[in-house]
């Protein structure tokens, strides 16, 4: 069964860090582009990073230069290093990608990871 499963979640301080990690079931999402969303509560959920399968990446603007995205295709794993965390960057996060063997497809999401920024 082809699946993500998110990891590393947490309750961090502001100022603080968490990394996100995302396995996917085998090697079939290893030429996809990877992304991480979020979604706070009463909000839509938004596109937070982008990673493609040669590495290059997209941030949105609200995380660049505070949030890292990148890949291990060995490991069939993606992760989300998050820095210098606000409260606003409280929501689920959850891991997607389309497709297989990085061709177009069906949509696939993870169940999602709550972080949650508090003093």
């Known amino acids: 069964q082809v699946q993500l499963v998110e990891s590393g979640g947490g309750l961090v301080q502001p100022g603080g860090s968490l990394r996100l990690s995302c396995a996917a079931s085998g090697s079939v999402f290893r030429l996809n582009v990877m992304d991480w969303y979020r979604q706070a509560p009463g909000k839509q959920r938004e596109l937070v990073a982008s990673i493609g399968s040669g590495g290059n990446t997209n941030y949105a603007d609200s995380v660049k230069g505070r949030f890292t995205v990148s890949r291990d295709n060995a490991e069939n794993t993606v992760y989300l290093q998050m820095t210098s965390l606000k409260p606003e960057d409280t929501a689920v996060y959850f891991c997607?990608?389309?497709?297989?063997?990085?061709?177009?497809?069906?949509?696939?999401w993870g169940q999602g990871t709550q972080v949650t920024v508090s003093a």
């Open positions: 997607h990608t389309n497709g297989l063997f990085g061709l177009r497809g069906n949509d696939y």
